[in-house]
């Protein structure tokens, strides 16, 4: 019976402008012997992903923007891809621009990294900040929209009001609210193919190596994480979750004091 342990990163794993706890990183190891296959579940981009973890990262599978694709992390192997598609993300800029919130066109997998913004009107704090966290990736377009089979949208939203708005407005497109990384406030939706979720892409890693729903845990710390969290039954979120997400879900450690080997010590051990 082959288990399987799935864990965001970004808040969960891996706090910002830190490192690693070593004793997390002793826990995927110790699992990683014991026959239990380790995913990471993240946001990022794959060339995100990259940077921050190294070639030896005990994991087996990488699933990165939010599903969108996933990656074999021993062969170092593209396995799935699943795009939004240029005539989904044609759509969705007609509705930011009626709603004058900026946004961000990321190229296709595997260079979704790459992406092409507007120039922005009175732009939100956070598109500014994002744009020079992201500068030798960004590309300026005016006025249109390149012809690309595109990855996904970011839109940053200047409240949840606005991105209930919007989120209303799209149809048989996947809509993700994520807090921003970079501030850890701001409310940024993020517009994917409708079959991409966290859940679906662990799903495609179950299929791949004969695991049962049941037996899957999952670990997250924000509401980017909810398909998961909603999809498995063995689930937890981190003491620097939101507080709504701490009702829902059983609690783990903050990022800050390896919540992996709070895991592991209370449920494994």
Known sequence: MTKLLATDLDGTILARNASFNDADLEVLKSIGEQGIIRVVATGRALDSCLKVLGNDFPIDYLVFSSGAGVYCWKEKKLLITKHLGYKNTKALVDIFNKHHVE???????PD?????H??????????????????????????????????????????????DAISSQIKDIKV?????????????????????SKANGILEVCKIENIAIENVTALGNDYNDLDML????????????????????????????????????????
């Open 118 to 163: 507007p120039e922005g009107n009175g732009a939100h704090p956070d598109f500014e900040r994002y744009l020079q966290f992201n500068n030798a990736d960004a590309e300026l377009i005016n006025g249109h929209t390149p012809e690309l089979d595109y990855t996904q949208t970011l839109a940053f939203m200047p409240d949840i009001k606005t991105f």
């Open 176 to 196: 993700v609210r994520a807090t921003s990384p970079i501030d850890g406030q701001s409310i940024w939706m993020e517009c994917f193919n409708k079959n991409v």
């Open 230 to 269: 909603s999809t498995f039954d063995q689930v937890f979120v981190v003491d620097n979750a939101p507080d709504d997400l701490k009702k829902q879900f059983d609690n783990l450690k903050s990022v800050y004091e390896a919540p992996l080997n709070d895991w592991y010590s209370r449920f494994i051990s």
């Open 103 to 109: 946004y961000t066109l990321h190229h296709p997998i």
């Open 112 to 116: 979704n990294h790459l992406f092409f």
